[in-house]
């Protein structure tokens, strides 16, 4: 038996568009394509889509023309939704292995070490998560294996752009030649932590694919490209040096922003707006068992108008915490300090930061009555409650004052399909005739 790991990279088709098409079968076999928010550009497109050459990214305006001619339909982000269905992906996928991280909304690595049992093979297993994601979600998955992680997420794409593989591929039982033939298909753009600016570099170096790369001179990619790139061509060569992580990460920063379904310009519409900010930023800080110290929040003007304005400031906590009430109305000084008159303000967002566990919390030396430690309970329990209540009751069921209700600075999600899955008024409806 090898002792080499095995990884899985599974990855959800067109994500967005595939949780579209499983509440609504009309969609199937159409052009669809889902907008970012405030319907502005192209972040998800069918394979209808890509044969008409919209790339992704492409302004909504700039689509018009194509969509009249080849009905092109156009939706609203159900972020909802697309939340929700990831985590039912995940949930399945656990069912095959204890050990899966969560990369991406619509990746996860699967560790197969000794999970191989009734199926025999990776690429039977594969398979059958397949199947079993299809059954249980209506989603279509392709499934790369490998014994790294970056030769995971090529088998990945293999997988997925070669039909005779079937939408799983397995590299760590294909021959070398094979393998080789197939990375000579794939620009080294796709490799997993290069970017733009090195697959530039390496062009130069007349290295074009993944077969190119592995070809290569060690001693000269690393005299260029340091010790990361060595690392990249030993998973490329099936050398783990990259391990599952299964428990998240805590963030370091926590970042909220938004542009602006409308412009807004008054100080109280940035305000409200920030606060909405400051309480789904205060949503994750929890969410991770995290404090913080200090918040910035910056506000802008389009920059495609002139005048332009943008400012942002740092306020600093006395304290570091994660109460939401506290931080908002720490961001809200700072709106004071950098909001202008005059301009029409496009974006506005929040960055928690000095972010430290909670459970090292410090409390103030010469707090001889306990005031502090009482505060302190007081803002747990209060905090516990609310994100209890909005758990059980939907997202802002209780929120603070300053965060207002429904304003022209909200997002616009005017093509936005129900939120099948998380909104008991939203089910779909069956009529029996």
Not at 70 to 92: C, E, K, P, Q, T
């Amino acid at each position: 038996m090898s002792l080499s790991p095995l990884f899985a990279l599974v990855d959800c088709n067109n994500f967005f568009v595939s949780c579209e098409r499983a509440f609504d079968p009309r969609l199937q076999g159409r052009p669809v394509v889902v907008l970012s928010s405030n319907d502005g550009c192209a972040v998800a497109r069918s394979n209808e889509v890509k044969a008409l050459g919209v790339k992704m990214g492409t302004p909504w305006f700039k689509m018009q023309d194509v969509a009249r001619r080849h009905g092109i339909v156009a939706l609203s982000s159900n972020f909802a939704l697309y939340g929700d269905m990831s985590d039912r992906v995940v949930a399945v996928l656990r069912e095959f292995s204890p050990e899966v991280e969560v990369y991406s909304i619509d990746e996860s690595f699967v560790g197969l070490d000794g999970m191989l049992g009734q199926w025999g093979t990776a690429v039977a297993m594969g398979q059958a998560m397949r199947q079993r994601v299809w059954q249980w979600t209506g989603l279509p998955v392709c499934v790369g294996v490998a014994p790294s992680k970056t030769l995971a997420k090529l088998a990945n794409h293999v997988a997925k752009t070669q039909p005779a593989f079937d939408g799983v591929c397995d590299f760590s039982v294909m021959r070398a030649r094979e393998r080789e033939a197939l990375l000579a298909l794939i620009d080294v753009d796709e490799v997993w932590g290069i970017g733009k600016k090195t697959t530039e570099s390496l062009q130069r170096m007349g290295i074009e694919t993944v077969a190119d790369l592995l070809q290569a001179k060690p001693d000269r990619l690393r005299a260029r490209f340091g010790i990361v790139m060595e690392r990249i061509v030993d998973e490329l060569h099936g050398l783990p040096c990259l391990g599952l992580e299964e428990v998240e990460t805590p963030r370091q920063q926590i970042i909220v922003s938004r542009s602006f379904g409308e412009a807004v310009t008054t100080v109280d519409e940035i305000s409200a707006a920030v606060s909405t900010f400051v309480a789904r930023a205060c949503e994750r800080l929890r969410g991770q068992a995290s404090i913080c110290g200090a918040i910035n929040v910056y506000i802008e003007t389009s920059r495609f108008r002139e005048p332009h304005y943008a400012n942002g400031v740092t306020v600093p906590l006395p304290d570091p915490t994660d109460d939401t009430r506290i931080l908002s109305g720490a961001a809200l000084s700072g709106v004071q300090r950098i909001f202008r008159k005059g301009y029409p303000y496009k974006k506005a967002g929040v960055v928690l930061m000095d972010i430290s566990p909670a459970q090292f919390r410090q409390h103030a030396l010469f707090d001889t009555a306990g005031e502090g430690i009482q505060n302190l309970a007081r803002s747990e329990k209060v905090m516990g409650t609310m994100d209890a209540v909005n758990a059980l009751y939907g997202r802002d069921t209780l929120f603070v004052g300053s965060v207002g209700t429904q304003a022209r600075w909200m997002t616009r999600s005017d093509r936005r399909t129900p939120h099948y899955t998380t909104d008991w008024d939203e089910l779909p409806k069956v009529w029996a005739k």
